[in-house]
């Protein structure tokens, strides 16, 4: 079974940047790191995907190392919305296998 | 922007009686999939469905479960006898191909299911 590796929970502060973390130490040669961000009573929602280096978005950057082991998913400058469960998922298709994520807690 | 529906939001059913819950997915998307979360706890796969047959399935995703595509925009979860067990959140998603890269799957708002 796909398995990754993140914290259980972060605090921040409105205004700061965020860099959670995930372990994929047996990733395969075509999986994609992907992460997801998901509300209370709501479906995950899908942030970003890449594959190596850098990718950036307009709500997050990713950094993937060049041994792609892990993943750094980057929120910037976050707000009290940003408050949610951030999931990261390493895969090539299928279904998602989801762990129990990161919950980010944002204060004011 | 397109997004997947589902309905009803909300579905309260009584132990042993059959429940079908629905899901439009995106129009142009060719893979489908249906999730669950119970209260307090992850997301899980329950099944994934491509070119009208089921091409994955959970431990979860007993007989008591089925899917269907009855026409060309419907996606259907039906659980023949619910149990106590049942009660989460179901989510569908949807996903447009399999090509490099394109594997982001998009997530309807879920139908919260309440077993009595």
């Known amino acids: 079974l796909a398995k990754t590796t993140q914290p259980i929970s972060m605090d921040s502060y409105e205004g700061q940047e965020v860099n959670i973390t995930c372990s994929h130490n047996?990733?395969?040669?075509?999986?994609?790191i992907t992460w997801y961000q998901q509300f209370p009573s709501q479906g995950p929602r899908f942030i970003i995907q890449?594959?190596?280096t850098k990718v950036t978005n307009e709500v997050a950057s990713l950094f993937i190392p060049a041994d792609r082991k892990s993943s750094t998913l980057s929120l910037p400058r976050v707000s009290l919305s940003d408050t949610a469960v951030y999931y990261c998922?390493?895969?090539?298709?299928?279904?998602?296998?989801f762990g129990k994520g990161t919950k980010l807690s944002v204060k004011p | 922007e397109p997004e997947v529906t589902q309905t009803p939001s909300h579905q309260v059913t009584q132990m042993g009686q059959e429940v079908i819950l629905r899901c439009v997915p995106i129009?142009?998307?060719?893979?489908f999939y249906w999730y669950r979360q119970i209260l307090g706890q992850k997301v899980e796969f329950l099944v994934s469905f491509y070119n009208n047959e089921i091409s994955e399935k959970s431990e979860i995703f007993d007989d008591q479960f089925s899917v269907e595509r009855p026409d060309g925009s419907n996606f259907t979860l039906k659980i023949r006898s619910t149990k106590l067990e049942d009660s989460a959140m179901y989510f569908c998603a949807s996903r447009v191909s399999q090509g490099q890269g394109g594997y982001e799957q998009y997530f309807g708002p879920g139908t919260r299911l309440t077993v009595t």
């Open positions: 998922r390493k895969g090539s298709q299928g279904n998602l296998i």
């Open positions: 129009s142009n998307h060719l893979y």
């Open positions: 890449g594959y190596k």
């Open positions: 047996n990733i395969a040669t075509n999986d994609y």
